[in-house]
């Protein structure tokens, strides 16, 4: 069957036609996180034929993520298999066309250069504030355009943005929120409809830009020109795509569009790049394994938190152990297959956002658990 024949229903799309769908197949998307936003988008835009898609993800697939993350199954869950692993494989069961590169990595200040050099526009399948602002830096630093996602409970939003700033995803949300006062998927709970919504619009917006750009793989790591100069003309760049915010409430039926303010931004007016090379960029790197003690200890966020309020959050998910200086999650040790269980573990949250998470000296496991129940 011929490639004509496999996209034939998207080619006689007029927005799209036969340039658009070229294009496409000439873009390099990165999928940053394949939980349930990312692992969507990426079974939408390789059925679209989008020509590279590089799947970046630090953990494994657990049994609570099948009811939402598509691609997986419980055969993935029973053995813990790499979620990036996973999803390739079963990408390209259904697009062999396509090339499809996995990367079960920790994205930082240091390795996200080396993740999404070449890439053409970046999907936000992140589950922490702390990988998006640094995303954003990056972003601005290399003009590369994203869609950023987000779902918890029944609500989430999307939108798109050029990496040209103005708006940016500072101008959106300034500063991260407080450890501890977000709410996560894991704490407070997720429809899967809802993250399936999410995670299509997050497709449509990337198809939308991929297919009406001259050269997509054009778009992104735009530095200066041989005379140091660099270009900031949109001009035809982002045709068709604005960079509204697109909210939605899939339970109580309500949706909204609104534009974003970009007033007294600092990272795509002050030009800071806090996350990428400032403090928090390293602050970000200050987590550490505790020698002997198979734990490892995350940086404090200087934020002061409410130890009493999170225990009552906590409260559900295991036993809770709560004094005035800390307050201390047990998770049940979880089976991943019929001989395979892992090791408990603890999570002691301290005051100023500081935590020890004990029974792993895996940093990229650490800094899950703790996006999953504190937020981050």
């Given at each position: 069957m ?19 769908q ?6 390099t998307?990165?999928i ?10 990426a079974?939408?835009?390789a ?9 970046i ?8 993520n099948?009811q ?5 199954t ?13 999803a390739?494989e ?37 589950d ?9 830096d ?9 869609v950023h ?8 939003q999307?939108?798109?943005?050029t990496?040209?700033g103005?708006p940016c995803f500072?101008c ?18 997720v429809?899967?409809?809802?993250t ?6 997050q497709?449509?917006l ?11 793989r054009?778009?992104g790591?735009n ?12 001009s ?5 795509v604005?960079s ?7 339970w ?8 974003i303010?970009s007033?007294?931004c ?13 403090n ?5 790197d ?7 003690r198979?734990?490892?200890q995350?940086?404090a ?25 800390f ?15 892992t ?5 002691t949250?301290?005051?100023d ?5 004990a029974g792993?000296d895996d940093?990229?496991?650490a ?8 937020g981050?």
């Amino acid at each position: 069957m011929s490639r004509q024949q496999r996209y034939d229903r998207q080619i006689r799309f007029p927005a799209i036609g036969k340039a658009g769908q070229q294009r496409l197949s000439a873009a390099t998307v990165a999928i940053l996180g394949c939980g349930a936003l990312g692992s969507v988008a990426a079974e939408i835009l390789a059925r679209a034929g989008v020509g590279r898609l590089t799947l970046i993800d630090r953990d494994t697939v657990e049994w609570s993520n099948l009811q939402r993350q598509s691609l997986y199954t419980e055969a993935d869950a029973h053995v813990g298999r790499a979620k990036a692993d996973a999803a390739a494989e079963r990408l390209r069961r259904i697009n062999s066309d396509i090339d499809i590169q996995p990367h079960v990595v920790d994205v930082t200040a240091d390795t996200i250069g080396s993740m999404l050099s070449g890439t053409s526009l970046v999907i936000d399948g992140s589950d922490n504030f702390g990988i998006r602002f640094l995303l954003n830096d990056y972003s601005l630093e290399t003009r590369l355009p994203w869609v950023h996602g987000g779902c918890v409970g029944a609500t989430g939003q999307a939108t798109f943005l050029t990496g040209r700033g103005q708006p940016c995803f500072r101008c959106l949300i300034p500063e991260p929120p407080p450890a501890a006062a977000q709410q996560t998927c894991d704490t407070v709970g997720v429809v899967g409809a809802a993250t399936h919504l999410v995670a299509s619009l997050q497709a449509m917006l990337a198809i939308r830009f991929l297919s009406a750009m001259p050269d997509a793989r054009d778009v992104g790591n735009n530095g200066p020109d041989d005379n140091g100069e660099v270009d900031n003309s949109t001009s035809g760049q982002f045709h068709g795509v604005d960079s509204a915010v697109y909210s939605m409430d899939l339970w109580g039926g309500r949706f909204r569009r609104y534009e974003i303010a970009s007033m007294h931004c600092k990272a795509c007016q002050q030009g800071k790049r806090d996350f990428l090379h400032g403090n928090a960029a390293a602050a970000g790197d200050q987590s550490t394994v505790l020698c002997g003690r198979n734990a490892v200890q995350i940086a404090a966020s200087g934020t002061k938190i409410d130890l009493e309020r999170v225990g009552r959050q906590w409260s559900e998910l295991g036993r809770v152990d709560q004094n005035a200086f800390f307050v201390r999650l047990h998770l049940a040790a979880e089976a991943t297959g019929s001989e395979v269980v892992t090791e408990s573990r603890t999570l002691t949250l301290f005051r100023d956002g500081r935590a020890v998470i004990a029974g792993t000296d895996d940093l990229s496991v650490a800094r899950s658990l703790y996006a999953r129940y504190v937020g981050g």
